[in-house]
């Protein structure tokens, strides 16, 4: 069993909170909602989510009752798989990016959903590793999700458990505890790529390096930032990681496929140079530079 360190405090966490949105990890229900352990929507069964794509076609599968096409996302306990018939909450979620985005595909609203969740996951965690030496032991069962809600509203932290701050715990506790289980459902649900989920899995570390960088910077805390960029290197030594990303600037190798939305762009660290754009033929052609899987 991984060997257990202190217990972060309520002022430490308020710092970490400091750092960026995605860094606040409250140890309560930050707001009134359906809260379920994050466990419960990993095993979610799966269930048709609606996009703008098949709202649009009448040729499309029809949707069981339970998830029609604009359905708001659940506000009672029923949400939960163990609810008795309501939608499963990683369901939800993805219905809600895409309706809120238009997301025309399935796999473009479930790899935004999942690249918000893993930047929650490695921002409390990366940061209070950075910060403090240590990481919150925040397995499944005792982080709380909320499908409707946006950062930093989402989460809330039930245990008080630590681990010691290397990479090896915190790629026990969100590469393996969470990243793993939640790409699983979510491709058990319709079709997206493992290599794009493990690219938002990249992007998202190397986003919170920046936060975590920036932070240092702007309080003299040069330490922290070498820590965290340390950590996030021996995270990047793994199979599923590794060459996810690109050279210091920690550039991405694949894409979110966040342009495909209706007045979507390109994130800060795209493979991509310009959106790609469709051919004459229909098909996806690359409007300059760089291209992805």
């Not at 400091?18 to 419960?40: E, Q, S």
């Not at 018939?85 to 993805?94: D, H, K, T, Y």
């Not at 997301?103 to 910060?131: D, F, H, N």
């Not at 990303?245 to 550039?251: I, Y």
Request: aromatic fraction near 6%.
């Amino acid at each position: 069993m991984a060997a257990e360190a202190r217990r972060l405090t309520a002022v430490e966490l308020r710092t970490l909170s400091d750092v960026g949105g995605f860094f606040v990890l409250p140890t309560a229900p930050p707001a009134p909602g359906t809260y379920v352990p994050l466990a419960d929507a990993y095993a979610a069964p799966a269930a048709p989510v609606a996009t703008a794509a098949t709202r649009r076609d009448p040729a499309a599968p029809a949707l069981p009752p339970a998830v029609p096409a604009t359905a708001p996302v659940p506000a009672a306990p029923a949400a939960g798989p163990k609810g008795g018939g309501g939608v499963p909450p990683l369901v939800a979620r993805v219905a809600r990016v895409a309706e809120r985005l238009g997301a025309p595909e399935y796999r473009v609203a479930a790899s935004i959903a999942q690249l918000g969740l893993a930047a929650r996951l490695w921002s409390v965690t990366l940061g209070s590793a950075a910060l403090y030496g240590v990481v919150p032991d925040v397995t499944p069962a005792s982080l709380h999700w909320d499908p409707a809600r946006s950062t930093p509203e989402d989460l809330w932290w039930a245990g008080t458990a630590t681990r010691p701050g290397t990479p090896a715990a915190l790629r026990e506790v969100v590469q393996d505890g969470h990243l793993v289980p939640l790409g699983e459902a979510l491709r058990a649900a319709g079709p997206v790529s493992a290599r794009l989920l493990w690219g938002n899995a990249g992007s998202a570390l190397g986003g919170a390096v920046r936060e975590l960088t920036g932070w240092a910077r702007r309080h003299g805390r040069p330490e922290v930032a070498g820590r965290a960029a340390e950590l996030a290197a021996g995270l990047l030594d793994h199979p599923d990681l590794g060459g996810v990303l690109d050279g210091p600037a920690l550039r991405r190798r694949t894409c979110c496929l966040y342009y495909r939305c209706p007045g979507g762009g390109l994130c800060g660290d795209c493979v991509f140079d310009r959106p790609p754009r469709r051919t004459a033929a229909g098909g996806p052609g690359l409007a300059a530079g760089r291209s992805a899987p």
